[in-house]
C-alpha cells in the first residue's frame, strides 16, 4: 500500500543555513506517526513542506499518492505549531468560515461546529470573540478548525501545547477515534508520553537529519537490549559510575540504566543495595524519553 506522505531526500536552505539535510522518511497509510525532535530540529520546516506551505530545495515529496504540485489539501487537516485564528471574530463565525475554505457549505460548517463546540465543552463560548478565551480554549478552537471538514489525513503540530492533563487527555481520545476509523495522524510534540501513547512509527530528526525511525516497538526492542529500570529511596547518582553501566538516563529516583554487554542485573542490584534503599528493580524496555536524550545527546 502506498505511504500517505513519502519524502525522500529533501532538503531545505534558509540562505547559507541548512535546516533539512536529506532527510528521507514514509508515513504508513492508517498510522499514528511520532515526527521527533529537539526545538530547531528541522521538523516544522518538514511538515511545512509536505503541505506545499514551503517548496524543497532538493528532493521529492509525494502526499496521498500525488506529487506536491497535485495535491488536494482540502483532503487535509493542518494544525499549525503558531496558531491561526482571527482573535477578532466570534468562535462560532471563524469555524464555519474555515470549513467554508476548505468546500463545506456554510450551513453544514455552521452545524458541524455547533456538534464540535458541544463536545469539546465550548458551547457557551460560541458567540465569544476569540480573543477571550483562555490559550488551551483557542487551542480546541483551532484543533476543531483541523478537523471540520473531515479530512482524510490529519498533521498536527505540537497538538497538546497549552491544554491541561484533563483536556489533553479528551484530545488523544479523538486522536486515537480518528485511527480507528481508517485517518492517518501525522504530529510533532515534545511530549513524550504521548508519543509512547499513541505512536505506532517515528522518526527522530536532529539538526536537520534524520537519526532515528522506524517501528516505535522495534526500535524499543532494539534499545531496551540490557535495560534496567530501578527506583531508589536516596542519591542514585552514584549507579554512573559501576563498571556494569554503559549509560544513565537519571529521572531523579527513578533512573533507566543501560548494561553493557554481558554486564550482571544482579551484580547492579546488589550495589544499589548496598548504598540505598531500591524500592524497584526490573529489566525493562525504555521510553521514548530516554531514547530520545540518549540519541539527540550522542549525535551532539
Not at 75 to 89: A, D, S, T, W
Not at 163 to 184: C, F, M, Q
Amino acid at each position: 500500500m502506498e505511504p500517505v506522505i513519502e519524502i525522500r531526500d529533501v532538503v531545505k536552505r534558509f540562505g547559507s543555513f541548512t535546516a533539512v539535510d536529506h532527510v528521507s522518511f514514509s508515513v504508513p497509510r492508517g498510522s499514528i506517526y511520532g515526527l521527533l525532535g529537539p526545538n530547531g530540529a528541522g521538523k516544522s520546516t518538514t511538515i511545512r513542506m509536505a503541505l506545499r506551505i514551503m517548496l524543497p530545495d532538493e528532493g521529492t515529496i509525494r502526499v496521498l499518492g500525488h506529487d506536491l504540485a497535485d495535491v488536494n489539501v482540502d483532503h487535509i487537516g493542518y494544525l499549525p505549531e503558531e496558531r491561526g485564528l482571527y482573535k477578532k471574530m466570534r468562535v462560532l463565525d471563524v469555524l464555519t468560515f474555515f470549513g467554508e475554505i476548505h468546500g463545506v457549505a456554510r450551513a453544514q460548517a455552521r452545524r458541524r461546529a455547533g456538534e464540535w463546540l458541544e463536545r469539546m465543552q465550548l458551547s457557551d463560548r460560541a458567540m465569544k470573540s476569540v480573543e477571550e478565551l483562555s490559550k488551551g480554549m483557542q487551542q480546541k478552537v483551532q484543533f476543531i478548525a483541523t478537523v471540520l471538514h473531515e479530512p482524510e489525513l490529519l498533521v498536527l503540530d505540537e497538538p497538546f501545547a497549552g491544554l491541561d492533563p484533563v483536556n489533553a487527555n479528551v484530545l488523544k481520545d479523538i486522536i486515537l477515534e480518528y485511527h480507528r476509523s481508517g485517518h492517518t495522524i501525522v504530529f510533532s510534540t515534545h511530549m513524550m508520553e504521548q508519543v509512547d501513547q499513541l505512536c505506532e512509527h517515528i522518526c527522530l530528526i536532529d539538526r536537520g537529519r534524520v537519526v532515528l525511525e522506524g517501528p516505535l516497538a522495534s526500535i524499543k526492542r532494539q534499545y531496551g537490549h540490557n535495560g534496567v529500570s530501578i527506583r531508589v529511596s536516596g542519591d542514585g547518582s552514584f549507579l554512573k559510575s559501576l563498571p556494569e553501566i554503559e549509560s544513565v538516563q537519571d529521572h531523579g529516583n527513578e533512573l533507566f540504566l543501560r548494561l553493557r554487554d554481558g554486564a550482571s542485573a544482579s551484580r547492579v542490584l546488589d550495589a544499589a543495595r548496598a548504598r540505598v534503599d531500591v524500592l524497584r528493580f526490573e529489566v525493562a524496555e525504555p521510553s521514548i524519553n530516554d531514547i530520545f536524550i540518549e540519541r539527540v545527546s550522542g549525535s551532539r
